[in-house]
């Protein structure tokens, strides 16, 4: 399976109606790739808190409408990041959309873990509550979003429901990337699965974001990573390297707490 991540440069001054039609063209220039995933937020920025609100959508929105019509042309399976969502109910969550080659929205996922100490997206987003697989052909997609990467019950929880490659899209600063690099690395090796980290460019809202999107192994090596700038890094992933991992260091078997029943994923 090859995979694309489009590392997008978020900066003040750039409107979201432009900047929802380049990503579109940089999806469609992915058309040899068979997954395509975006950044945490791009619309607005991660840290843009006061356009959360009158940025907010459905999920059948702009954005989605967007990047339907850009996997479609593509032919791609898209993550396409996550959006502002506004509910029915007027609550706001940071949700993340997955796209099938035909357009069609095939998962969405709602950001458990929310940044901020009781500042911010903690107190602006209401909380998801249900992890999110999504079964392609040759692999299942775990996913998660930017803080979330710090919790590695969560991704356990994706190891147990049959993920073998963890999606991490996110809004990460640069003042703290060297713990971005060692969470995306840390989580491959403790789940034994690929980590397709995604993360914004570019400063908005004062925060510089960190860059430096990476793929790495089952066994934590770095198969590619972006520099600080906006960047497309592509990656071809061995789908039998997840199972040949378990198999060859089946660390995942010697759980004692928290294992699901017996018969599992190994």
């Known amino acids: 399976m090859r995979a694309s991540l489009i590392q997008i440069a978020v900066n003040d001054g750039e ?9 579109a063209e940089l999806v469609r220039d992915q058309s040899d790739s068979d997954l395509v995933v975006l950044p945490e937020l791009w619309t607005v920025g991660a840290f843009a808190y006061e356009q959360f609100e009158t940025e907010a959508e459905p999920l059948d929105g702009p954005t989605y409408e967007a990047m339907a019509d850009a996997a479609r042309d593509a032919g791609v399976w898209l993550h396409a990041g ?3 969502e506004r509910a029915g109910d007027g609550s706001l969550y940071n949700t993340a959309l997955t796209l099938s080659p035909t357009g069609e929205l095939a998962a969405t996922y709602r950001k458990i873990h929310r940044f901020g100490f009781d500042q911010g997206e903690a107190v602006l987003m209401s909380a998801g509550d249900s992890l999110t697989t999504v079964t392609l052909p ?5 996913i998660s979003t ?27 600063p640069a003042r703290r990337r060297s713990h971005w690099t060692l969470l995306n690395r840390a989580r491959a090796v403790e789940d034994q699965s690929y980590v397709l980290g995604c ?14 999107s990476l793929v790495v192994d089952p066994w934590g ?15 071809d992933l061995d789908p039998k390297k997840v199972a040949e991992t378990r198999d060859q260091f089946p660390a995942l078997k010697d759980r004692a707490l928290g294992v699901r029943a017996p018969g599992g994923p190994r």
């Open 138 to 142: 040759e692999q299942t997609l775990g």
């Open 82 to 84: 996550s959006i502002v």
């Open 221 to 235: 090596e770095v198969l590619a990573e972006a520099g600080p700038g906006e960047d497309v890094i592509t990656v």
């Open 199 to 212: 993360a914004l460019a570019g400063t908005h809202a004062g925060v510089e974001q960190s860059g430096h």
């Open 15 to 23: 409107s979201v109606a432009s900047r929802r039609s380049r990503v």
């Open 146 to 172: 930017c803080y979330d990467l710090r919790f590695p019950e969560l991704f356990r929880g994706l190891v147990d429901a049959g993920a073998t490659t963890m999606v991490v899209a996110a809004g990460w």
